[in-house]
């Protein structure tokens, strides 16, 4: 598995995967705003397979074209973290802030530590190249993976609850890390 920063052509199959994992989802465009304004601080984790690398193989070629997490040369999108700084005109707070927009890891590759490496590749290009304070997101007070990501593996802290924040009714928790800049 190999970490790096998301390009463009990656977002397709971003946002397959998104579709796939969560039912939060976003339009093309918000994927594109995203690596357009902070270009550094989204990552996709790949994995190459070998068995799909030979471009001799006409049967190997057409079935990677067909895998929707598929970006070219034998290399598959298994996940991705979506970051940003904030850009809301009606927040109150005007300490430079990171936010974590989406995450996540396709279900056979899960429980292997990549949401994990994902979520320390973002916070730390948030806070060394945006020079972030802190980052928040919302997760879904049911989403116990996710919780334990965020609480026991990286130390977010729970801020609020946000009443009926997801669209079936659902609360989120508003949750925060620190970020320090090692100066
Ligand atoms: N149950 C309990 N804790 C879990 C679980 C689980 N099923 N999965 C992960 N964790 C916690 C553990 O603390 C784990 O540490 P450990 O393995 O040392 O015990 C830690 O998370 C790190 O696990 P990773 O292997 O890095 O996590 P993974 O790559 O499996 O991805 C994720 C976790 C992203 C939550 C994945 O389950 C997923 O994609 N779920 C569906 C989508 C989703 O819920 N995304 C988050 C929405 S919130 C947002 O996007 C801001």
Redesign the pocket.
Known sequence: ITIRLARVEDLQAMQNANLN??PENYTLKYYLYHLLSWPQASFVATTTDPELVDQDDEFAVETQKQDSQYVGKGEKVV?YVLGKMNDDADSTDDTPHGH??????MRT?????????LMRQCLYALCETFKARYVS????ES????L??YK??LQFEVISIEKSYYQDGEDAYYMKKNLHLDE
């Open positions: 994992n969560l996940g974590v927009t989406s995450l996540s890891v590759y899960r429980r292997m530590g990549i949401a994990d490496k997101l919302h997760v879904r989403n116990r993976a996710a334990h990501l026991d593996t």
